[in-house]
């Protein structure tokens, strides 16, 4: 463990190359663990093995990574089989692969440059795995392409996280590719609520249906100011069922998000078709300055949904109810308070007896506010919307 300052006064640090044989995890690279400071270093060289890094394997309590350029190649590689008869991780990234520990942990100011792939656990051009609380990254940029096969994750900036997570100023120019999750600054964070705040992607990202976006594959937590090409849409998937999720612009933006799960609020919004899951419980989708062409809620046999609408002179054109629902007793309720006209609301919710295929019920409230989880007030006068197939 290193716990001192180690001050590269911008030195560079060439034809490092470390290979890992022994096919089990072994958390290579310049650094092996650190709760201490890295900072003013230009490192260059071949690293691979299984959980490999170009400058820091796992960081530690209150350790700090700045101001650090790796050129460092890295191959991530798959592990002997375990005794459990499972193959060992093979994470891969540039700057550090893993946070570890607690205290606080600060990566900043740091670029990749060289290109990073893995078989196995995920890739990623500045941190692999977030694995701790009140972990920063920021001003940080990737410009390597980054690869990952099978199930593999891959990003710009932060691989996977489980754990809070603030992700500042970040950039990524490079090409992003994975079979699963891919994210231009992150690819996948779905367990505790992060932020990503003013990054920029200007690479290609391409991953799994709903899996892959311009800034995160699939996430949980706020992003706020933050830009792609256009070309692509922003984020694969947002949200689950227990928490809120929040896209904020200053300025009114038009953006493409593949799905969204639970409750979630737009902040100077435009979206032409925002999909999401019609899931058993009680959610909002609160609109500030926003708008959504068509909204589509699909249901996974859900039993009962009840979803507010919220915001004042925003607008949703159209509903779309589809999917499964559980039997007779199910329903799906939508509490308009005008950001919809009831006429633009559409029923293909279905179940299935003995009798075969049925309609769901679906129907509309002029008003009702989102409060503690609840809806208030629950009940009042409805109008029933009518099943109908959808077209194909």
Excluded at 129 to 142: A, M, P, Q, R, Y
Excluded at 384 to 391: F, K, L, T
Aim: contains cysteine; proline residues 0%; neutral net charge.
């Amino acid at each position: 463990m290193f716990s001192g300052i180690f001050d590269g006064q911008n030195h560079e640090i060439s034809g490092m190359n470390i290979v890992s044989r022994s096919g089990k995890s072994s958390y290579r690279a310049l650094f092996g663990c650190v709760n201490g400071t890295v900072e003013n270093l230009t490192v260059k060289g071949i690293v691979s093995g299984v959980d490999v890094a170009g400058v820091v394997a796992a960081l530690f309590d209150n350790g700090t990574v700045k101001n650090v350029n790796s050129y460092v190649t890295i191959n991530g590689q798959t592990g002997d089989k375990s005794s459990e008869n499972k193959l060992q991780q093979g994470k891969a990234a540039g700057i550090v692969l893993a946070t570890k520990g607690t205290g606080s942990r600060l990566i900043e100011n740091c670029k990749n440059y060289a290109s990073i792939s893995t078989t196995t656990d995920g890739a990623s051009g500045i941190i692999c795995w977030v694995d701790c609380e009140n972990t920063i990254v920021k001003d940080c940029e990737n410009i390597g392409n980054i690869s990952a096969t099978g199930k593999a994750n891959a990003a710009g900036i932060v691989g996977t996280c489980n754990k809070t997570l603030s992700i500042e100023n970040c950039n990524n120019k490079g090409k992003i590719q994975s079979a699963s999750n891919a994210g231009g600054i992150i690819a996948n964070s779905n367990t505790k609520a992060i932020s990503i705040l003013n990054c920029v992607n200007s690479g290609l990202v391409s991953g799994a249906d709903n899996k892959f976006g311009e800034i995160a594959g699939s996430m949980i937590g706020l992003v706020k100011g933050c830009k792609g090409t256009g070309s692509q849409q922003l984020i694969g998937t947002i949200g689950v069922s227990v928490q809120s999720s929040e896209i904020e612009f200053s300025t009114k933006t038009a953006i493409k998000v593949g799905f969204f799960e639970g409750t979630i609020t737009l902040k100077n919004v435009e979206i032409q078709k925002l999909s999401g899951k019609c899931g058993t419980g009680v959610y909002e989708i609160k609109l500030e300055n926003s708008s959504i062409e068509e909204l589509e809620l699909i249901g996974s046999s859900v039993a009962n949904n009840r979803t507010v609408l919220s915001g004042s002179n925003e607008t949703v054109g159209r509903i779309v109810i589809k999917g499964t629902c559980q039997n007779s007793g199910s329903f799906v309720y939508l509490y308009l308070n005008g950001l919809c006209a009831k006429e633009n609301v559409s029923n293909h919710l279905s179940y299935t007896d003995g009798s075969g295929k049925k309609g769901g019920r679906v129907a509309v409230f002029e008003s009702g506010t989102y409060e503690n989880g609840q809806v208030n007030p629950m009940e009042g006068e409805k109008t029933q919307i009518v099943y109908s197939e959808a077209s194909n």
